[in-house]
Structures are given as structure tokens and as C-alpha cells.
């Protein structure tokens, strides 16, 4: 149990070493912060830290270095989340209330948003379509035997794609299948689409199953996929860990895995999550730190990925705001369903 004492050690050892990333020695604590104890009883007290787990002592330096335990009491009990600066503060007004029609576009210009601001790599993906209801479908004839595919669900977010049919078409063909499949799929639950609605779909189209198959397979990829957005790349080199080739092609290596990314935004407890180290699940992120933050409304999930010495009372300072703007967004009548009321 830690008491009052090593508690403020341990946060101002914590809020050195994000800010310095450099070890934090006894000296400097006496030093640079009035923690009102002896140079003596500062170090015994970062001894007694170190043996309890809080506290590394790295090879080649006297100082301390946080360590998982000890970043997790600080996110936990002593972290203190502080007012944006009024140029963040606009910038993300500016960003986040552009009247915007499709909701696919919001969580994109979110994890711009954060990246920009936190100065680490973003990755975001749109709305979890599996509880959307779908609005409308549309097959546009674009040529003889091109066909553009546009979902619509009733939640805002709008899909498509252009597919190559295997025949030539005419319109009078394409407004048949629109009719048959906009009667079946329109107010339907994308995850209650069975396999009996697209064999009913295909019975009374039978004359077209050639190209209805390719329709209804690219409508089906279209309303199940979820792309992922990258943002700020390159900004985890502004940081001094990343400068070691291991660690920065080990981060390289996870944002190539897309699949992974997926993974581990598909989040199911909180709306904020906070992954340190080795508390992730997955491997590959036990160097980092991870945050994910699911958006309301069901706009979809954004991911934070940085070193262990991540600032995240920044972090979540940005999270707490773009979490509020939303909320009011929504509530005082500025978009419903992906529009404008």
C-alpha cells in the first residue's frame, strides 16, 4: 500500500520522465521539486518503490525509470487531466464542426484531430455497421457492364464500390434488381441479413443469377468491412525511444498489421481504455502504450499508440473535449442520423 508520501514521488518521478525522457535521479528530485522531505528520505523512498515494483533502475544510469505497475497507479489514482490550450481548443472546433454529411467522415477527422495535437500515431475506423439498419441501396448502370453499388444505412454512414458485371446490362435489367433488393434489404438489420433473404433475392431474379451473385456479394463486403485510418505516421520519431532500429521497426511492423489493428480496436467495456506495456493482450504492442476511445453515437473507435512514456494526461485532456463536442453536437439537434435537422 503505498502511503501519501511515495505516492507524490512516484507521480512527480512519472511526470519527470514523460516530460524529459531521461531517468529520474534523488538529486534532481531534491533539486527541481519541493517534495518537503530529506535528500535521505527521498532516496530511501525510491528504494522502497523500486522493490515494490513501481520503479526500474535502468543498467546504465542511477535514476529510476516508471514501470508498468508504476505508469498504471499514476493513470489510475494520480493522474491530474488539464485545460486545453485555446489554439487546441479551436482547432478542434474547427476540425470537428464542419457541417459534415456522412458520419464515416467523423471519426477520420477525429483521429486527425488527436494526432495533431498529441503528436502520436493515430488509427481510427468508422461506425460498427452490424447494429445499423440500412436506409437504401442504389445500382447505378455507370456503362454497359459497370455498375456502381451505393449502401446507405439509416445511422448516416454511406458505402460504395464500382464492380465489373460479367455481361452487358440494361437499365431496364438494373431497375428490376433495385427494386427486388431495395424491397428486401431496406429497413433490415445489416446483422439480421440471413442467408434466406439473399436466396429470396436470388429466386426472384433467377433470370439474372449470373450477375445478381456479384451484386449481392459486393453489397454484403460493402456493409461488413471497416477500413482502417492511419494518421501521424511518422510522429512517433519525434520521440527519443524510436530512435533504436528494434523499437522503431517493431512499431512499423504493427501499424503493417492491419488485421491486428482491428483486433485490438474492437473494444467491448469502457468508452476510454488504457493499455500499458505488457498489460496489452497482444504482443506485438508490449513496447507501446495503447489507448482506444469509442466515440458516441456509435461513430466508431479511435486508437493512440505511443511510447510507455505517452503523456496521457494529455491524451486524455484531448479525448475528454472531442468526447464533449460530440455529445452537445448530438444532443442540441446538429446531426441525427448523418444529417442536419
Same mark, same amino acid.
Given at each position: 500500500?503505498?502511503?501519501?508520501?511515495?505516492?507524490?514521488?512516484?507521480?512527480?518521478?512519472?511526470?519527470?520522465?514523460?516530460? +524529459?525522457?531521461?531517468?529520474?535521479?534523488? @538529486?534532481?528530485?531534491?533539486?527541481?521539486?519541493?517534495?518537503?522531505?530529506?535528500?535521505?528520505?527521498?532516496?530511501?523512498?525510491? &528504494?522502497?518503490?523500486?522493490?515494490?515494483?513501481?520503479?526500474?533502475?535502468?543498467?546504465?544510469?542511477?535514476?529510476?525509470?516508471?514501470?508498468?505497475?508504476?505508469?498504471?497507479?499514476?493513470?489510475?489514482?494520480?493522474? #491530474?487531466?488539464?485545460?486545453?490550450?485555446?489554439?487546441?481548443?479551436?482547432?478542434?472546433?474547427?476540425?470537428?464542426? /464542419?457541417?459534415?454529411?456522412?458520419?464515416?467522415?467523423?471519426?477520420?477527422?477525429?483521429?486527425?484531430?488527436?494526432?495533431?495535437?498529441?503528436?502520436?500515431?493515430?488509427?481510427?475506423?468508422?461506425?460498427?455497421?452490424?447494429? &445499423?439498419?440500412?436506409?437504401?441501396?442504389?445500382?447505378?448502370?455507370?456503362?454497359?457492364?459497370?455498375?456502381?453499388?451505393?449502401?446507405?444505412?439509416?445511422?448516416?454512414?454511406?458505402?460504395?464500390?464500382?464492380?465489373?458485371?460479367?455481361?452487358?446490362?440494361?437499365?431496364?435489367?438494373? #431497375?428490376?434488381?433495385?427494386?427486388?433488393?431495395?424491397?428486401?434489404?431496406?429497413?433490415?438489420?445489416?446483422?439480421?441479413? @440471413?442467408?434466406?433473404? *439473399?436466396?429470396?433475392?436470388?429466386?426472384?431474379?433467377?433470370?439474372?443469377?449470373?450477375?445478381?451473385?456479384?451484386?449481392?456479394?459486393?453489397?454484403?463486403?460493402?456493409? /461488413?468491412?471497416?477500413?482502417?485510418?492511419?494518421?501521424?505516421? /511518422?510522429?512517433?520519431? @519525434?520521440?527519443?525511444?524510436?530512435?533504436?532500429?528494434?523499437?522503431?521497426?517493431?512499431?512499423? $511492423?504493427? *501499424?503493417? &498489421?492491419?488485421?491486428?489493428?482491428?483486433?485490438?480496436?474492437?473494444?467491448?467495456?469502457?468508452?476510454? +481504455?488504457?493499455?500499458?506495456?505488457?498489460?496489452?493482450?497482444?504482443?506485438?504492442?508490449?513496447?507501446?502504450?495503447?489507448?482506444?476511445?469509442?466515440?458516441?453515437?456509435?461513430?466508431?473507435?479511435?486508437?493512440?499508440?505511443?511510447?510507455?512514456?505517452? $503523456?496521457? &494526461?494529455?491524451?486524455?485532456?484531448?479525448?475528454?473535449?472531442? /468526447?464533449?463536442?460530440?455529445?452537445?453536437?448530438?444532443?442540441?439537434?446538429?446531426?441525427? +442520423?448523418?444529417? @442536419?435537422?
Amino acid at each position: 500500500m503505498l502511503n501519501d508520501r511515495k505516492k507524490k514521488i512516484l507521480q512527480t518521478i512519472v511526470e519527470d520522465y514523460i516530460e +524529459n525522457s531521461q531517468p529520474v535521479g534523488s @538529486k534532481k528530485l531534491v533539486e527541481c521539486y519541493d517534495l518537503g522531505v530529506s535528500p535521505a528520505t527521498i532516496r530511501n523512498e525510491m &528504494a522502497e518503490l523500486e522493490e515494490m515494483g513501481y520503479l526500474d533502475k535502468p543498467h546504465t544510469s542511477a535514476g529510476r525509470v516508471p514501470s508498468t505497475l508504476g505508469y498504471r497507479v499514476y493513470v489510475d489514482s494520480l493522474m #491530474q487531466t488539464n485545460d486545453l490550450k485555446e489554439e487546441e481548443v479551436l482547432f478542434i472546433k474547427k476540425t470537428l464542426e /464542419n457541417e459534415i454529411i456522412e458520419v464515416n467522415e467523423i471519426v477520420k477527422n477525429i483521429g486527425k484531430a488527436v494526432s495533431d495535437i498529441t503528436d502520436y500515431t493515430v488509427f481510427s475506423t468508422g461506425p460498427d455497421v452490424t447494429d &445499423a439498419v440500412i436506409e437504401d441501396v442504389k445500382l447505378i448502370l455507370l456503362g454497359s457492364n459497370m455498375l456502381l453499388i451505393v449502401v446507405l444505412t439509416k445511422e448516416g454512414s454511406v458505402k460504395e464500390t464500382v464492380i465489373n458485371l460479367s455481361k452487358t446490362v440494361t437499365e431496364e435489367v438494373i #431497375q428490376k434488381l433495385n427494386e427486388i433488393i431495395r424491397i428486401k434489404l431496406k429497413d433490415e438489420y445489416v446483422k439480421n441479413i @440471413k442467408i434466406d433473404v *439473399l436466396k429470396y433475392i436470388s429466386n426472384e431474379l433467377s433470370v439474372y443469377v449470373d450477375i445478381l451473385f456479384s451484386i449481392l456479394n459486393e453489397i454484403m463486403k460493402l456493409i /461488413n468491412e471497416n477500413d482502417i485510418t492511419l494518421d501521424g505516421r /511518422n510522429n512517433i520519431f @519525434k520521440h527519443p525511444e524510436f530512435k533504436k532500429y528494434d523499437l522503431a521497426k517493431s512499431f512499423l $511492423d504493427v *501499424l503493417e &498489421a492491419k488485421q491486428l489493428i482491428k483486433e485490438v480496436l474492437q473494444v467491448e467495456d469502457k468508452d476510454v +481504455n488504457i493499455y500499458i506495456g505488457d498489460e496489452n493482450e497482444h504482443s506485438e504492442f508490449k513496447d507501446f502504450s495503447l489507448i482506444t476511445f469509442k466515440c458516441p453515437e456509435n461513430l466508431g473507435i479511435v486508437g493512440i499508440i505511443g511510447p510507455t512514456r505517452m $503523456d496521457y &494526461a494529455k491524451v486524455l485532456s484531448v479525448i475528454k473535449y472531442i /468526447n464533449q463536442i460530440l455529445k452537445n453536437k448530438y444532443k442540441k439537434g446538429g446531426y441525427v +442520423n448523418g444529417e @442536419k435537422e
